[in-house]
């Protein structure tokens, strides 16, 4: 019923992206709102005019400041928040500090860069293979942890090849309960799936802000949590918050995430994700219908917005040619639903995919 409350016609109308194209690709990248392209614009023409004297600011106060906003919208710590350029920027940096935590759980298909700074440092590493859906086996993950009593666990909330959503709490739960730290990436979820962190035993999680927060490239985080620090404070010697966040950061990515996440609060996680899952449930029966199968996304409770069609090469580029832009990934077409789509954008999609 919350979804009816809101006007997403009247959102949709500030994503210029929309136009001319059925644009289900936001798992690859999300369409930026005019208005929040404005709001970078007039922060570019600030510094330009300024220098000095704006510039400063932002490096200090206001990356602060979108540091504090980025945690509240995540029900997490400012302290423990440190602003990146994206994901991989920031796990590259943070991954050598965690050397004395020594072996890694991994998960194959996972996102290259999430393994990249974990076998770049030379971690032990232990792979875990996802079930044949997509999804990732807890009870075959908990014996690897009795196994191998791994120090650390990082896996993505929702796997870029499947668009399968691992269950945060029960995950983070469970490596708790093996002494391991849980690692996530929440890339393919932030500001999509609602995420607590008062409520949930996570230790590390970061995203990058292009996809789904709809905030355009160079902005990103990490959040720690306060045992993490506590403990790398200790084995350092130092600030590792205070280090990771040494260097700049463009002003205008950093406006451009702020107005992304004031807009999303706007209207709510929750509402948002009720009307991506409304649908991705009407795309999954017409393409089905549709005679199309569906690979990855018909089981509602491991889906986010990510669903995986059966198709090639020779498919994507029909549909792109006819304004459906999709993305090869894994065993066929990526796409991504997102809060600004519409039935008709489904609809008419399936129409195309249908005469592939």
Known sequence: METLKIDWDRIRRDYPGLEGKTYLDTSAMGLIARPTAEAGQRV??????????????????????????????????????????????????????????????LFEGDYPTLHGPFTWNGFGTVMVRPAADGSIPLDALEEVLRREKPGLVAISHVQWLTGSMVHLKAFGELCRKYGAWSVVDITQSWCLVPIDLRHLSIDIIGSSGYKWPLAGFGNGFFHLAEGVREELDREHGFSVVQALGEGHMDPVALVRLSHALQRSNSWGVEPAFGRVKELCGRAVVKIQSAGIRVLHGTDAGHRAGILILEGDKARQRYLEQHGCPTQLRGAGLRIGIHFYNNEADVDRFVEVLATS
């Open 44 to 105: 570019q023409e600030e510094v330009m005019g300024q220098g000095s004297l704006r510039g400063i600011w932002w490096q200090m106060e206001g990356r602060r400041q979108v540091g504090a906003e980025v945690a509240a919208q995540l029900g997490g710590d400012p302290a423990g928040t440190v602003l990146f350029q994206s994901f991989t920027a920031g796990l590259t940096r943070l991954a050598p500090l965690l050397k004395h935590r020594g072996k890694v759980v």
